[in-house]
């Protein structure tokens, strides 16, 4: 079946422009989690959603970030006035549709630049 | 201190040797635990998932000791194509789910 996927896979941003970044999950998958992944590091979490309701959003580095999932399937992250420290890899990972509740699937990221 | 931490390596051994990593957690009250693999601009993927009895797939076996708070990976019989970064992950108390930084492997022919 189908995985994670997320739009787009590159994104070039200037300094001040807005992005808007898009995850599908897992068809059924009940939770989704947002991750940005600096070069070298782990994945730091961002924002987690169970269906529609944002209920941890504790990882957002700053109040430029937003990011919804109005009907609980497609998610999206924005940023707003883009930084240089926001260039990073977004990574988006569902889960509670398969094998076990917790086992995140993982898209294959969109990887942002800022200008 | 970090929530998950990793020894970054490099780790670099031949193939067909064994080569374990350790990854130790701060919350003693964390639930769940596993172990991705990524490779270079790819995004990780579930490896296997960390039981408190120890779990074993193929050549890969994983430990858990709640005591001393760390997870373990074992590799057997290493191959080329094990070659990537080992990331240890750990589900806290709430929904947060943390990475260490990565354990990077190659092994050479």
């Known amino acids: 079946g189908a995985g994670v996927s997320q739009s787009p896979r590159y994104k070039v941003a200037k300094r001040g422009q807005d992005v808007a970044l898009r995850c599908d999950p897992i068809?059924?998958?009940?939770?989704l989690f947002w991750y940005q992944q600096a070069l070298g590091q782990g994945p730091e979490f961002l924002t987690y959603f169970q269906n529609e309701a944002q209920l941890d959003k504790s990882g957002l580095p700053s109040d430029r970030f937003f990011a919804e999932r109005p009907e609980g399937s497609v998610s999206t992250l924005k940023i707003q006035r883009t930084q240089q420290e926001d260039s990073a890899v977004y990574l988006c990972?569902?889960?509670?549709?398969?094998?076990?509740?917790?086992?995140?699937?993982f898209g294959p990221g969109t990887r942002l630049t800022v200008t | 201190r970090k929530e998950v931490e990793q020894d970054p390596g490099p780790f670099n051994v031949p193939e067909g040797a064994t080569v374990a990593f350790n990854c130790t957690y701060s919350?003693?009250?964390?639930?769940?635990f596993f172990w991705y693999r990524q490779d270079c601009r790819k995004e990780p993927k579930l490896l296997m998932s960390?039981?408190?009895s120890g779990n074993e797939d193929g050549r890969f076996t994983a430990q858990l000791n709640r005591a001393s708070q760390y997870i373990s990976l074992l590799i057997r019989d290493s191959k080329l194509s094990d070659s990537a970064t080992y990331l240890c992950?750990?589900?806290?108390?709430?929904?947060?789910?943390?990475f260490g930084t990565g354990t990077s492997l190659t092994v050479i022919p």
């Open positions: 990972a569902s889960s509670g549709g398969g094998q076990g509740e917790d086992e995140q699937y």
């Open positions: 992950v750990v589900r806290s108390t709430g929904n947060q789910f943390y």
């Open positions: 960390v039981y408190s």
């Open positions: 919350n003693s009250a964390s639930q769940s």
């Open positions: 068809s059924g998958h009940v939770s």
